[in-house]
Structures are given as structure tokens and as C-alpha cells.
């Protein structure tokens, strides 16, 4: 069956002038949305919110209007208010209003979305865009049992990224149980400067237009919620006009940083890569750390980046589009414990790993088997 989203669905646009007393508790921003996700999990609060906002009810789908390649569109199951960065649509139909959440998540809508928005860098899809979009569904007979299956297998996803987020809690408390909080540094370690443990390197700007040599390249889309990078297949493919300098391709070690976004959540979340010899570059919205020195292990140093009280001096600066700076991250002082407790640390995280590792196969598993089952209704 053919459907169009104007046919289906009308967009809600109650303006909230008054958002701290609405009588809403919950607030979702840009920051809130997961890419790719199909329903939102994180939410702030409308104490601090002084500006016109809209409202939303549970069942309602928010579709993220700017910056439409991080593919962010979700269902809540809540009652609140957000921003005008995002579209709220009100489906008709309940039936339609369990599947659409899933159509707004493939490949063909967002192709859609990217091809027919306003702008060029930062694309901003409008609602009379979003309103002209076309799908197809089976017949009304079969949508209740893909409803079913599709959100069974999300369900059984959300339960699987839970065992993840706390096996992250996991390793972050046992920093802390080692080694104390790394900004309080209540074991008074011996501290270096991060300029004295490494350097860095702002990433490469390039042109669409540029041609002539092909090489990976690692951008703020491939980073989510990666801690390492071994296969540089999984990192897509850019055209220069020429290799870059050696300065710009990355080594086994490195550890990147998202150093500006539109979504300050995502800025100052980092990973290593180890490319071996596959050559791989790295975006100008990203910064390369490169240790210079033996007293910190790379698995350790990267833990130290991804506590949230590091995170906190990392916090981005800008009005709109977030950033963070080489000035910000030389003003680390990197707490450095004996070398064996490194290794101790460092053995427990890779353990640790090799769970998680496991619970991200599954997880693919069933992210493949929910776009199999979508695209059979093409």
C-alpha cells in the first residue's frame, strides 16, 4: 500500500511561551536525540528554558530538522516540549503510528531528507518537505504482525545497549576505585600536562568537488559509541586531489576527538583507531592526540578522556555549532600512576571489551534483521 506523510500525519506546531511554567517537566533538544534510534530515551529538564518552544505528547514522532546526515527521527513516550530544530508529527492512524517511527529510519527517507533540504553544509529539512515524502507498507492485514516483530526486536536492542551502558559503568568505576577522580586527583598522583604527553592535529577540510585520489576517512558519524577502531573498511571513502601529508594520516594509537558539532553531546567524545597500514585520515571537525612519550598506556589515557568530570573541562564553546579546541585540551593536567596499575586497569578493560563485543554483535544482528524486515515493504 502507498502512503504519503501529508496523507497520514499533520504536523503540530502549539507554541509554549512560558516553558518553565508550562506544567511540562521534560525537554528534548537536538542534544537528546540518538542517530538512528527510533524512539527517545534522554530528555532535559524546562526549569532553565526561557524561549518560545512547542509542545508534544507521547505518541508524537520528533524529527530533527537540522543537520539531517545524523539521521535523527524518534517516537517519545512522553508528554513535553522542545524546540523549533525539531518537527513534531502526529500520525493519524495508530497502527501507522508504530511503523512509521521505522520508515523515518531507513536509507530510501533519508536520502529523501538530504536530497530535498535547505542548504549545504548544516541541511535544515522543512515540514513541507518532510509532508511530500512516499512509502510503502504491505497490506493493512500484514502491518499489524510487522509492528509486532519490528518492535519485539527493538525492544530486545534497548535491552542489549543497557548491558552495554553498564559495562561502561563498569569500567569508569573502576578508574575512579583505582585511581580516584582524575580531575580531583585525591591520590595525588604525579599529573603531566597533556602537552607533555602528546600533540595535536586539527583534521583535514576538503571539497566535495576534489578528485583523483580515494582514502578512508574517519568522520564524527563513525564514532557513536566506539571506544576502538580496527576496521577501516567500516569508515567510508572520500576523493582528494591529492594524498595527504603524513601529518593528516592517522597511526596505530591514535586517539581522535569529535572537536565540533551542532549536538554538544557528541563534542569531545573520543576513540582510538588502528589503522596498520591502510591509509586513513580524519575529518576538520575532529582532533588527533599522539602520545610522545612511554609513561601512560594509549587504553588508559583514552579511559582518562571519557570520564565524565574530563568530559565536563572538555565542554564545548559556541552559540550554535559546539566546539572544542587544542587551547582546551592542553589545559589537562593527566594524572600518571605506576605503569603495573596501568596494566592492571588495562587488562580489566579489555576483558570487559570482549563482553561488549559480543553484546554489539547481537545488537547488529538485530539491527539487520529490523532493516530486513523494513525493506521487505518496498
Known amino acids: 500500500m502507498h502512503y504519503k506523510i501529508n496523507d497520514i500525519a499533520e504536523e503540530i506546531s502549539v507554541r509554549i511561551n512560558d516553558p518553565a511554567n508550562s ?17 527517545i530515551h534522554n530528555y532535559g529538564t524546562t526549569d532553565m528554558l526561557g524561549s518560545t518552544m512547542k509542545e508534544f505528547r507521547s505518541g508524537d514522532i520528533l524529527i530533527a530538522r537540522r543537520n539531517v546526515y545524523l539521521r535523527r527521527a524518534a517516537v517519545v513516550n512522553f508528554d513535553g516540549i522542545t524546540s523549533g530544530d525539531s518537527i513534531v508529527l502526529r500520525i493519524k492512524d495508530p497502527l501507522l503510528a508504530r511503523l512509521v517511527p521505522f520508515i523515518l529510519n531507513t536509507d530510501d527517507f533519508w536520502d529523501f531528507a538530504d536530497r530535498y533540504s535547505d542548504g549545504t553544509m548544516s541541511k535544515r529539512l522543512s515540514p513541507k518537505t518532510l509532508k511530500q515524502y512516499e512509502f510503502e507498507l504491505p497490506d ?6 510487522l509492528a509486532e516483530t519490528l518492535w519485539a526486536a527493538y ?19 573502576q578508574f575512579i576505585e583505582m585511581f580516584g577522580d582524575p580531575v580531583d586527583n585525591p591520590l595525588s598522583w604525579s599529573v603531566l600536562p ?10 583535514m577540510n576538503f571539497s566535495s568537488k576534489e578528485s583523483g585520489v580515494t582514502i578512508r576517512c574517519l568522520g564524527v558519524a563513525d564514532f557513536q559509541d566506539n571506544a576502538t577502531i580496527r576496521d577501516m573498511s567500516k569508515l567510508p571513502l572520500i576523493s582528494l586531489n591529492e594524498m595527504p601529508p603524513d601529518e593528516y594520516l592517522l597511526q596505530d594509537g ?11 553531546a557528541l563534542v569531545g567524545r573520543c576513540l582510538t583507531v588502528y589503522p596498520g597500514n591502510v591509509p586513513v585520515t580524519y575529518s576538520g571537525f575532529c582532533i588527533r ?53 596501568q596494566e592492571k586497569y588495562v587488562s580489566f578493560v579489555r576483558q570487559t571489551d570482549k563482553s561488549k ?3 554489539q554483535q547481537a545488537i547488529s544482528d538485530l539491527k539487520a534483521t529490523i532493516r530486513a524486515l523494513v525493506q521487505q515493504t518496498k
Not at 155 to 173: A, G, I, R
Not at 314 to 334: D, E, F, K, P, T
Request: aromatic residues 10%; proline residues 3%; hydrophobic residues 35%.
Open 357 to 359: 563485543f559480543e553484546i
Open 23 to 39: 506544567g511540562y517537566d521534560r525537554f528534548v533538544g537536538l542534544e537528546h536525540y540518538e542517530s538512528g534510534e527510533v524512539r
Open 194 to 203: 597533556l602537552t607533555q604527553v602528546g600533540a595535536c592535529k586539527n583534521g
Open 140 to 145: 493493512v492485514s500484514k502491518q499489524e504482525w
Open 289 to 341: 592526540f599522539r602520545t610522545k612519550n612511554d609513561l601512560l598506556l594509549i587504553d588508559y589515557l583514552l579511559r582518562y578522556f571519557k570520564m565524565e568530570s574530563v568530559r565536563s573541562k572538555m565542554a564545548g564553546r559556541g552559540a550554535n555549532i559546539q566546539n572544542l579546541n587544542q587551547q582546551i585540551l592542553s589545559s589537562l593536567q593527566v594524572p600518571v600512576p605506576p605503569i603495573n596499575m
Open 155 to 173: 525492544e530486545t536492542k534497548e535491552k542489549y545497549d543497557v548491558l552495554l551502558k553498564s559495562l561502561d559503568k563498569l569500567v569508569k568505576s
Open 254 to 264: 591514535d586517539i581522535v576527538f569529535v572537536r565540533s558539532n551542532g549536538n554538544k
